[in-house]
């Protein structure tokens, strides 16, 4: 062989091994899911044995936060690399106008790296269910993805028996569409619904794709309302053994009026069997969800790519299921704003890490493992230590925000502090998460607590400069 096409054939060699050595990307993303209705975190009624599988080969984190707990705008958020007072994106947007076109979403940097880019479903916000229902891309970001699909289902529409929980005291509505409790046990199989079709999906590009590197998305809507799935799912939960979590009288009277939050189960007029039907149809959703990522993850062992994948699991925020009286997502209390993540890494043990981490850090994380540098303006922080070392702390605080940017959550080991208004002028609450984890008795306006509070308003202020002109160098400490 001639000496120019000997080193040729080299540099091709080279270059094939190079592309067969990326990790794969797969990042499974559910909706609404709450930390406290996963099995491999503390519930011991839903049952998720697919997540919990991955948990166990994994690394689990027990203190993941959303930057936002509402679906558009921490979704915008993880997927931009900026927390929402960066960009100033609070709404059902993408996120893109305000970060420009210069700069590279999370999957972008993938895809302009030689990776085939592809969302299944809902990645960046979807309106669940109407946008479900037409097969819309909702606010998705084109510029992101190689391909996308959609994965359109009948949603409260679903043929089967319904039941709306939320404003129907008397039981007369049968169903009602938007962003209500209305449960659907519904006729047919898992592919009817658009969550079975998108496993479908998922698993197909999985084998279509798998000779070269992929970022592939794959995004469940179930459980957000409606609950809707085969009734099978259903079986398992009925609402007669569900237990409500604990109430406690004048449970509002010691927080603001900002921080009760936008559904309850007063202004939603339910019963307690409404209330327990709504915690049964959510599990028999949770359900349904895991045995769609069951199916995935099931494609990626038979198709012999779990040595070379990164698999990633979340929920883009949380779920209120009567805590408070509270229902849904948008307030700032644990089960709103706590998500499960779990990563597994090819050759990495499973283990369990309970450093404070934000779905902001999954962009610098994934990039680094995968060898590419983001833009070092992005706002998150790498695990990556966390995965050889889970007891490396990442952070000492999560930061949260809600209702248009103006609420927030410092959530510290000890305390989380939440804060409305920047001046404080809508109120404050201050929960020692020690010694009352369930967020019953709110110390912020005890004397004995003032000085406590004194220093997370300084840290507040500091941590909102920092987002706002990206100085994110310094972790601030509360001790």
């Given at each position: 062989m001639r000496p120019f096409n000997y080193i040729l054939f080299l540099f091709i060699c080279i270059s094939l091994y190079?592309?067969?050595?990326?990790?794969n990307i797969?990042?499974?993303?559910?909706?609404?899911?709450?930390?406290?209705?996963?099995?491999?975190?503390?519930?011991?009624?839903?049952?998720?044995?697919?997540?919990?599988?991955?948990?166990?080969?994994?690394?689990?984190?027990?203190?993941?936060?959303?930057?936002?707990?509402?679906?558009?705008?921490?979704?915008a958020s993880f997927m931009s690399g900026y927390y929402p007072n960066a960009t100033t994106t609070f709404g059902y947007v993408s996120g893109r106008k305000n970060i420009g076109t210069n700069r590279k979403?999370?999957?972008?940097?993938?895809?302009?790296?030689?990776y085939y880019t592809a969302r299944v479903s809902k990645i960046y916000h979807m309106g669940v269910p109407i946008d479900i229902e037409t097969g819309s891309n909702g606010q998705d970001d084109e510029a992101s993805w190689t391909e996308r699909f959609n994965s359109q289902g009948p949603e409260w529409k679903a043929n089967g028996n319904a039941e709306l929980v939320q404003g129907n005291p008397d039981g007369k509505i049968e169903r009602k569409?938007?962003?209500?409790?209305?449960?659907?046990?519904?006729?047919?199989?898992?592919?009817?619904?658009?969550?079975?079709?998108?496993?479908?999906?998922?698993?197909?590009?999985?084998?279509?794709?798998?000779?070269?590197?992929?970022?592939?998305?794959?995004?469940?809507?179930?459980?957000?309302?409606?609950?809707?799935?085969?009734?099978?799912?259903?079986?398992?939960?009925?609402?007669?053994?569900?237990?409500?979590?604990?109430?406690?009288?004048?449970?509002?009277?010691?927080?603001?009026?900002?921080?009760?939050?936008?559904?309850?189960?007063?202004?939603?007029?339910?019963?307690?069997?409404?209330?327990?039907?709504?915690?049964?149809?959510?599990?028999?959703?949770?359900?349904?969800?895991?045995?769609?990522?069951?199916?995935?993850?099931?494609?990626?062992?038979?198709?012999?790519?779990?040595?070379?994948?990164?698999?990633?699991?979340?929920?883009?925020?949380?779920?209120?299921?009567?805590?408070?009286?509270?229902?849904?997502?948008?307030?700032?209390?644990?089960?709103?704003?706590?998500?499960?993540?779990?990563?597994?890494?090819?050759?990495?043990?499973?283990?369990?890490?309970?450093?404070?981490?934000?779905?902001?850090?999954?962009?610098?994380?994934?990039?680094e493992l995968a060898g590419l540098k983001p833009s070092k303006y992005i706002q998150g922080k790498s695990l990556v230590k966390t995965i050889d070392n889970p007891k490396k702390k990442v952070r000492n605080m999560a930061f949260s925000v809600s209702q248009?940017?103006?609420?927030?959550?410092?959530?510290?080991?000890?305390w989380a502090y939440i804060q409305y208004n920047e001046d404080a002028s809508a109120g404050i609450e201050l929960f020692d998460m020690e010694n009352d984890p369930k967020q019953f008795t709110n110390l912020a306006l005890k004397p004995n607590y003032f000085k406590i509070v004194k220093r997370f308003k300084k840290k507040l202020a500091q941590k909102l400069k920092a987002v706002r002109t990206n100085d994110l160098g310094i972790e601030y400490s509360i001790d």
């Open positions: 190079s592309q067969e050595k990326k990790p797969l990042f499974i993303i559910s909706d609404d899911l709450t930390a406290t209705a996963v099995s491999s975190y503390e519930n011991k009624t839903c049952h998720t044995p697919n997540i919990d599988k991955l948990a166990s080969e994994g690394i689990r984190y027990t203190k993941a936060y959303t930057q936002y707990p509402v679906c558009g705008p921490s979704r979403t999370w999957s972008q940097l993938f895809k302009d790296n030689g569409g938007g962003n209500v409790m209305t449960i659907v046990k519904a006729d047919g199989d898992d592919l009817v619904h658009s969550d079975g079709k998108t496993a479908k999906k998922a698993s197909e590009l999985i084998r279509k794709h798998k000779s070269k590197p992929f970022f592939l998305a794959v995004g469940f809507v179930r459980p957000h309302v409606p609950f809707v799935a085969p009734k099978s799912y259903f079986e398992p939960y009925p609402f007669n053994n569900i237990t409500l979590p604990k109430k406690v009288d004048d449970d509002w009277d010691d927080i603001p009026k900002r921080g009760i939050n936008y559904v309850t189960s007063v202004n939603a007029k339910m019963t307690l069997e409404q209330e327990k039907k709504a915690v049964a149809a959510y599990y028999a959703s949770v359900a349904y969800m895991d045995a769609q990522v069951g199916k995935v993850l099931k494609t990626l062992k038979e198709e012999e790519l779990e040595d070379n994948t990164i698999v990633i699991f979340t929920s883009d925020h949380g779920f209120h299921l009567g805590e408070h009286n509270f229902w849904m997502k948008v307030s700032l209390h644990e089960e709103s704003v706590r998500v499960p993540l779990i990563i597994k890494v090819p050759g990495k043990k499973a283990t369990v890490c309970h450093s404070f981490v934000e779905l902001l850090d999954l962009y610098p994380t994934i990039s248009g940017g103006k609420s927030f959550l410092l959530r510290h080991d000890k």
